[in-house]
Structure formats: C-alpha cells, structure tokens
C-alpha cells in the first residue's frame, strides 16, 4: 500500500503563487509515476501534471502548461507542484495520485487540498 498525504492549499488571489506538496509513504517504488490531479465543483477529476520517480519525465495539461511546474524531492519521498500565475478557473480540490509506469490505472490517492483563487 502507497499513503499520500498533500498540503499546501489556500486561498489566493488571481496572479498568486502557491506550491503543493505530496508525501509519499508505504511501499512507493523506483517504477512509480506521481501525479497531481484536480476537480472543480461540477466537473469531473482531470489531469495536471506528472513526474516519474526515477526519471525527469513531466508531462502537464495543455491548461497549466508554462505556469506549474512538477518536481520531487527522492530523499523526501515528496512531490510538489509550484503554482504561479494562478487564475479562478485553477480553483478545485487538487488530488496526489501515484501509478506504475507500466500501469494505466491511477491506483493511489490522496485525500485532496482546496485551492482557491479570487478574481
């Protein structure tokens, strides 16, 4: 089993920053990916951004692209996500995942953190 834990969320407004943070623990593995994901009142859970564990691979949503970026810290068993230039349409409750790589299947996840941003 994988626990993630994310903290950092908040209220902001528009042009803010804010970064996230995602504790990893339990049998996190070299082969995982991690990934942030996010869902807004009404709307279904999307996709944001994701790293590898073992590798510098990061892919993100056409819509956060140039604004957040994805890091993590191995040592720490810990994945951020730096986010600047934050606008309303950012605001929802923001998800850590984790995955193997050889999966499809997001198999663990966090119990969220609301961000908020003001026009």
């Known amino acids: 089993q994988v626990q993630l834990v994310e903290s950092g969320g908040g209220s902001v407004q528009a042009g803010a920053s804010l970064r996230l943070s995602c504790a990893a623990s339990?049998?996190?593995?070299?082969?995982?990916?991690m990934g942030w994901f996010r869902q807004a009142p009404g709307k279904e859970r999307e996709f944001v951004a994701s790293i590898w564990w073992s590798h510098v691979i990061t892919d993100y949503a056409a819509s956060v692209k140039g604004r957040f970026t994805i890091t993590k810290d191995n040592a720490k068993n810990t994945v951020y996500l730096q986010m600047n230039s934050l606008k309303p349409e950012d605001t929802a409750n923001y998800y850590c995942?984790?995955?193997?790589?050889?999966?499809?299947?997001?198999?663990?996840w966090g119990q969220g953190t609301q961000v908020t941003v003001s026009s």
């Open positions: 339990g049998r996190t593995e070299s082969t995982f990916v």
């Open positions: 995942a984790a995955r193997r790589v050889v999966s499809g299947q997001w198999d663990y």
